[in-house]
Nanobody, 123 residues
Framework: QVQLVESGGGLVQAGGSLRLSCAASGRTFSTYTIGWFRQAPGKEREFVSV???????NSADSVKGRFTISRDNAKNTVYLQMNSLKPEDTALYLCAKGRDYRGSYYPLAYDYWGQGTQVTVSS
């Protein structure tokens, strides 16, 4: 069983920054692919960023150049640094563990999910 706990969300003005954390349980954290997704009310869950065990990253076009994903295996934590935030970034942000080594865009490719942390960007 893997547990994921997100933190770092909050209310921020447009143009501001937040850093989200995803803390995971498990002795083999360094082998996990971890993805960030977001879900706004009434909308489908949307891929944001992913980092593989080897450190390969990928992000959605909507956040490229603004969001950066990174990991600290010594702390069993993945981070999402979010800069130049926009009101359309407002959503519940969730991290998830990938079923395999690949960095997928699809929620079904992930088997464990956290509860999420709310990010609200005011205009």
């Amino acid at each position: 069983q893997v547990q994921l706990v997100e933190s770092g969300g909050g209310l921020v003005q447009a143009g501001g920054s937040l850093r989200l954390s995803c803390a995971a349980s498990g002795r083999t954290f360094s082998t996990y692919t971890i993805g960030w997704f977001r879900q706004a009310p009434g909308k489908e869950r949307e891929f944001v960023s992913v980092i593989t065990s080897g450190g390969t990253t990928n992000s959605a076009d909507s956040v490229k150049g603004r969001f950066t994903i990174s990991r600290d295996n010594a702390k069993n934590t993945v981070y999402l640094q979010m800069n130049s935030l926009k009101p359309e970034d407002t959503a519940l942000y969730l991290c998830a563990k990938g079923r395999d080594y690949r960095g997928s865009y699809y929620p079904l490719a992930y088997d464990y999910w956290g509860q999420g942390t709310q990010v609200t960007v005011s205009s």
